[in-house]
């Protein structure tokens, strides 16, 4: 018997009310992510691709259908144990960094630490590894406005990555990088998940950065057409 995959996905629908008017923009999605995986979601604007990956982060619940993570039904938290399940078990890189101005590259990517029960020596020295990890080891005292484009999202990733998350889930990581600086992000984003064993699960429109992945899903009009296999 196979292990079932870590992240099952059955009948998911998400709908928003617009005034008076209903607007369901996934229709019955069914997805399985085994551990280990590395997916593309790609599909047009308006597909449902954020709406589906926040799902899956946590970030949002679903209207109908379900979400398990590790065999746990996330669709049916509660709001408080939704929040603690997505700090221990998502890590999140989006876009733009999100990083804090004042904040050095190690303060920015222990933020995530300071909900869970350590010191601050432990707390640095995870930020440290992380910060390895992803090749700036030497930029631990720099604040975001001394580094690159390139270098904020790597500390961004080492953020998500510092406390060891179950999910590494990215939406258009690459999306604000010219394409050199992109694919040394996605390169990274290749080797956490086929030397760090990460689960990534990446929305993009950016077929160049779907190469990286282990395979590509696409959407269109809130259902899945078709699944690119690895490659």
Same mark, same amino acid.
């Given at each position: 018997?196979?292990?079932?995959?870590?992240?099952?996905?059955?009948?998911?629908?998400?709908?928003?009310?617009?005034?008076?008017?209903?607007?369901?923009?996934?229709?019955?999605?069914?997805?399985?992510?085994? &551990?280990?995986?590395?997916?593309?979601?790609?599909?047009?604007?308006?597909?449902? &691709?954020?709406?589906?990956?926040?799902?899956?982060?946590?970030?949002?619940?679903?209207?109908?259908?379900?979400?398990?993570?590790?065999?746990?039904?996330?669709?049916?938290?509660?709001?408080?144990?939704?929040?603690?399940?997505?700090?221990?078990?998502?890590?999140?890189?989006?876009?733009?960094?999100?990083?804090?101005?004042?904040?050095?590259?190690?303060?920015?990517?222990?933020?995530?630490?300071?909900?869970?029960?350590?010191?601050?020596?432990?707390?640095?020295?995870?930020?440290?590894?992380?910060?390895?990890?992803?090749?700036?080891?030497?930029?631990?005292?720099?604040?975001?406005?001394?580094?690159?484009?390139?270098?904020?999202?790597?500390?961004?990733?080492?953020?998500?990555?510092?406390?060891?998350?179950?999910?590494?889930?990215?939406?258009?990581?690459?999306?604000?990088?010219?394409?050199?600086?992109?694919?040394?992000?996605?390169?990274?984003?290749?080797?956490?998940?086929?030397?760090?064993?990460?689960?990534?699960?990446?929305?993009?429109?950016?077929?160049?950065?779907?190469?990286?992945?282990?395979?590509?899903?696409?959407?269109?009009?809130?259902?899945?057409?078709?699944?690119?296999?690895?490659?």
């Amino acid at each position: 018997m196979s292990e079932p995959a870590l992240v099952q996905i059955r009948q998911l629908k998400k709908t928003y009310t617009r005034g008076k008017q209903t607007v369901e923009v996934l229709h019955g999605i069914d997805l399985d992510i085994p &551990k280990g995986d590395f997916v593309a979601l790609m599909g047009p604007s308006g597909s449902g &691709k954020t709406t589906l990956l926040n799902l899956i982060g946590g970030l949002d619940v679903p209207s109908a259908g379900s979400v398990a993570v590790e065999g746990r039904r996330i669709d049916q938290l509660s709001g408080g144990e939704l929040a603690r399940w997505r700090a221990e078990h998502v890590g999140f890189v989006f876009q733009f960094y999100n990083l804090l101005p004042v904040l050095s590259a190690q303060k920015n990517v222990e933020l995530p630490l300071l909900l869970a029960k350590m010191g601050g020596a432990e707390r640095a020295k995870r930020a440290q590894v992380a910060l390895t990890l992803v090749g700036l080891g030497d930029r631990a005292g720099h604040r975001p406005s001394e580094l690159s484009g390139g270098q904020e999202q790597r500390v961004a990733i080492a953020r998500a990555l510092v406390t060891d998350p179950t999910l590494l889930v990215c939406d258009e990581p690459t999306g604000d990088l010219d394409r050199k600086t992109a694919d040394e992000i996605l390169t990274l984003l290749q080797t956490l998940n086929r030397e760090h064993g990460k689960t990534i699960i990446m929305v993009t429109h950016d077929p160049k950065a779907a190469e990286f992945a282990r395979r590509t899903v696409h959407l269109d009009k809130g259902k899945l057409v078709d699944a690119v296999a690895a490659h």
